[in-house]
């Protein structure tokens, strides 16, 4: 049994795919987008829908996780947890934290702590937290 996170961004999918793309090397394993469907569309969406992302698969390390665009009703809201991404070294935990924040807020800098060489929060540009970390030896 897994457990997978699935994010809905609300219209920024594909935008969001293509960030974590070059700022963590994510790597885009499957796309499906609405028109794609067999189904009827679901009523009262904006013109380009059939375009938006109806599903995603994405891997970052060795992590899968899914995404798409919802039902494109606004921004996305990601509330009440956090992906984390552990990091070899600090030097990788920098280049991380600096290509996710770009365009962000940084809640925590990136800094060393009692439980890690290199731990720092942030909110991307589409508003999912994100924890870096660099796991000390043993952990």
């Not at 552990?86 to 600096?98: I, K």
Request: one cysteine or more.
């Amino acid at each position: 049994m897994e457990v997978q996170p699935y994010l809905f961004f609300n219209g920024r999918c594909e935008e969001a795919l293509d960030f974590y793309r070059t700022s963590i090397g994510a790597d885009v394993t499957a796309l499906m987008r609405f028109k794609e469907s067999p189904g009827p569309q679901p009523p009262n969406m904006p013109p380009d829908f059939g375009d938006k992302v109806m599903h995603a698969s994405f891997r970052v390390g060795s992590t899968t996780l899914f995404a798409s665009d919802g039902r494109c009703e606004g921004a996305p809201t990601f509330q009440g947890f956090s992906l984390s991404i552990a990091a070899h070294d600090a030097a990788q935990a920098e280049r991380l934290f600096t290509a996710l924040s770009a365009g962000g807020t940084v809640t925590a800098p990136l800094t060393k702590t009692f439980f890690s060489p290199a731990f720092g929060m942030l909110t991307d540009r589409f508003g999912m937290g994100w924890m870096v970390i660099v796991m000390p030896s043993g952990g």
